[in-house]
T-cell receptor, first 109, second 114 residues
């Protein structure tokens, strides 16, 4: 079966750095997405990785290792507004998006 | 504001009711999606439309009936639902349905079935 694993919940301190991991087992791989979803709001696109390595976009970076079936989202200089759920999703060989259950990130002052 | 709107935002219905959810995208996209989001579970893809043609139906019960009259509008018709159908229903759109296509989501309809 197809599976995306990510931690259910994480807590971090304002101003700090946090890494949210995602591991996947899918039938084929055509890219990995990270989305952010604030409570009661729509998921919004953060990043897309299809090649191995690190993609940096401001305070957020996303890393991919296809051989390990692993990705992480790195958030730097955390702000209170970063409190949200972070969703990992993989496009499989049929171009279907397989979603993880999301990681709820709680930022404390 | 993602360019995808959904109405209503909240809906309470009995098991014998019939209601419809509406989604509209203002992005000029060709693909539209319905998802079900339950607490602490992954997003479940329900239906996919590409250029108004249904391309995906992930074994969704027939009490959910989609309709896509044009590339900008998507409906989900609901009838004789069950309490376990209570969830957040999200609509999304993308330019196409290829591998690297970013999906843009609406804010969702929070549905409660009594």
């Amino acid at each position: 079966g197809q599976n995306i694993d990510q931690p259910t919940e994480m807590t971090a301190t304002e101003g700090a750095i946090v890494q949210i991991n995602c591991t996947y087992q899918t039938s084929g791989f055509n890219g990995l997405f990270w989305y952010q979803q604030h409570a009661g709001e729509a998921p919004t696109f953060l990043s897309y990785n299809v090649l191995d390595g690190l993609e940096e976009k401001g305070r957020f970076s996303s890393f991919l290792s296809r051989s390990k079936g692993y990705s992480y989202l790195l958030l730097k200089e955390l702000q209170m507004k970063d409190s949200a759920s972070y969703l990992c999703a993989v496009t499989d060989s049929n171009y279907q998006l397989i979603w993880g259950a999301g990681t709820k990130l709680i930022i404390k002052p | 504001e993602t360019g995808v709107t959904q109405t209503p935002r909240h809906l309470v219905m009995g098991m014998t009711n019939k209601k419809s959810l509406k989604c509209e995208q203002h992005l000029g996209h060709n693909a539209m999606y319905w998802y079900k989001q339950s607490a602490k579970k992954p997003l479940e893809l329900m239906f996919v439309y590409n250029f108004k043609e249904q391309t995906e139906n992930n074994s969704v019960p027939s009490r959910f009936s989609p309709e896509c009259p044009n590339s900008s509008h998507l409906f989900l018709h609901l009838h004789t639902l069950q309490p376990e159908d209570s969830a957040l229903y999200l609509c999304a759109s993308s330019q196409g349905n290829g591998a690297a296509e970013t999906q843009y989501f609406g804010p969702g309809t929070r549905l409660l079935v009594l």
